[in-house]
């Protein structure tokens, strides 16, 4: 029928952003490895090269209409900006409090914590396909982070339990909205993200050309383009898989700092990483190839028809 193949059509397009939009935000480590900047101003200038970005796109598309369409993604818009800008600032606290190898360990667990959310407030419940891919992809990540794990402090690991649990939330609420245009989210996230980063640094946004440079690419350029995709692909698949898609970013990293800085990663976390893009790569396939629903009153939820 044309319009179960234009969902399958719809489908397959929100899967290719994500591993786009994967691929683009990987290159942050890159970037963050050349800064030589405090965190919180760091979170400052990408939150305005973001909002910057984010604003001409809501401006363009809406024109005079812009600001009645942030007004109009209501509470929900609301509270994923607050969300999502507790998620920023707690990731940054993290990284500052416990072993980098923690904190993108504990945010490996994003997607287990997106299904279950999904899954008691959207009832979508996920299939055995998408849980084995998930548990691969964090297996993976486990092999890669092996090496790097510590202690750390409480504090450290609690604040990127925070982060993994606020995006989690956020990615539920986008979901859920499907049928707002939750992209003025972003903007109210970015102005929270600079007023949180402005009152607590004020005396501190000192920062070099080449740094504010780096700034823009990573908030204007990766970030946006990623944040972007990921409220288009919100509607048209699973919470669960949307977040999935996002565990590219952390074995694709590694590859890019070897290739352009000679930052030779470790065996395992090769390893590591191959699982996780097999695990993405097999899981996307696997969509493209999945018989839309041949029912017409039928849902798509994740990967079961209810």
Same mark, same amino acid.
């Given at each position: 029928?044309?319009?179960?193949?234009?969902?399958?059509?719809?489908?397959?397009?929100?899967?290719?952003?994500?591993?786009?939009?994967?691929? /683009?935000?990987?290159?942050?480590?890159?970037?963050?490895?050349?800064?030589?900047?405090?965190?919180?101003?760091?979170? +400052?200038?990408?939150?305005?090269?973001?909002?910057?970005?984010?604003?001409?796109?809501?401006?363009?598309?809406?024109?005079?209409?812009?600001?009645?369409?942030?007004?109009?993604? #209501?509470?929900?818009?609301?509270?994923?900006?607050?969300?999502?800008?507790?998620?920023?600032?707690?990731?940054?606290?993290?990284?500052? %409090?416990? $072993?980098?190898?923690?904190?993108?360990?504990?945010?490996?667990?994003?997607?287990?914590?997106?299904?279950?959310?999904?899954?008691?407030?959207?009832?979508?419940?996920?299939?055995?396909?998408?849980? #084995?891919?998930?548990?691969?992809?964090? $297996?993976?990540?486990?092999?890669?982070?092996?090496?790097?794990? #510590?202690?750390?402090?409480?504090?450290?690991?609690?604040?990127?339990?925070?982060?993994?649990?606020?995006?989690?939330?956020?990615?539920?609420?986008?979901?859920?909205?499907? %049928?707002?245009?939750?992209?003025?989210?972003?903007?109210?996230?970015?102005?929270?993200?600079?007023?949180?980063?402005?009152?607590?640094? %004020?005396?501190?946004?000192?920062?070099?050309?080449?740094?504010?440079?780096?700034?823009?690419?990573?908030?204007?350029?990766?970030?946006? +383009?990623?944040?972007?995709?990921?409220? /288009?692909?919100?509607?048209?698949?699973?919470?669960?898989?949307?977040?999935?898609?996002?565990?590219?970013?952390?074995?694709? #990293?590694?590859?890019?700092?070897?290739?352009?800085?000679?930052?030779?990663?470790?065996?395992?976390?090769?390893?590591?990483?191959?699982?996780?893009?097999?695990?993405?790569?097999?899981?996307?396939?696997?969509?493209?190839?999945?018989?839309?629903?041949? %029912?017409?009153?039928?849902?798509?939820?994740?990967?079961?028809?209810?």
């Amino acid at each position: 029928m044309p319009g179960d193949a234009q969902e399958a059509n719809r489908r397959g397009y929100a899967v290719g952003l994500m591993i786009s939009s994967s691929v /683009v935000i990987s290159f942050t480590g890159l970037i963050v490895r050349h800064l030589d900047v405090d965190p919180m101003v760091l979170n +400052f200038y990408r939150a305005l090269a973001m909002m910057i970005a984010i604003a001409l796109i809501v401006i363009v598309k809406y024109r005079r209409m812009a600001i009645l369409s942030v007004i109009r993604v #209501g509470w929900p818009g609301v509270l994923g900006a607050v969300m999502l800008t507790m998620a920023a600032i707690s990731f940054l606290q993290s990284l500052t %409090h416990t $072993t980098v190898a923690n904190t993108l360990f504990i945010l490996g667990a994003i997607p287990f914590f997106t299904t279950g959310l999904a899954w008691i407030a959207l009832r979508e419940r996920p299939s055995r396909k998408t849980l #084995g891919a998930m548990f691969v992809a964090f $297996t993976g990540i486990t092999i890669m982070l092996g090496e790097g794990f #510590g202690s750390g402090s409480a504090y450290g690991n609690l604040m990127a339990l925070v982060t993994a649990f606020c995006f989690s939330i956020y990615a539920v609420l986008v979901r859920r909205n499907r %049928h707002i245009d939750m992209l003025p989210t972003l903007l109210i996230s970015t102005v929270l993200v600079i007023a949180v980063a402005g009152i607590t640094k %004020h005396d501190r946004l000192g920062i070099s050309m080449d740094d504010l440079l780096l700034c823009m690419l990573w908030g204007g350029v990766l970030s946006g +383009f990623t944040s972007v995709c990921f409220i /288009v692909a919100s509607r048209y698949i699973a919470a669960a898989e949307v977040t999935l898609f996002m565990l590219l970013e952390f074995a694709l #990293g590694p590859i890019w700092v070897w290739l352009f800085v000679n930052e030779v990663p470790s065996q395992w976390t090769l390893l590591g990483g191959a699982l996780v893009i097999a695990a993405i790569v097999a899981r996307s396939l696997l969509e493209l190839r999945q018989p839309a629903p041949s %029912h017409p009153g039928s849902k798509i939820c994740g990967d079961k028809l209810v």
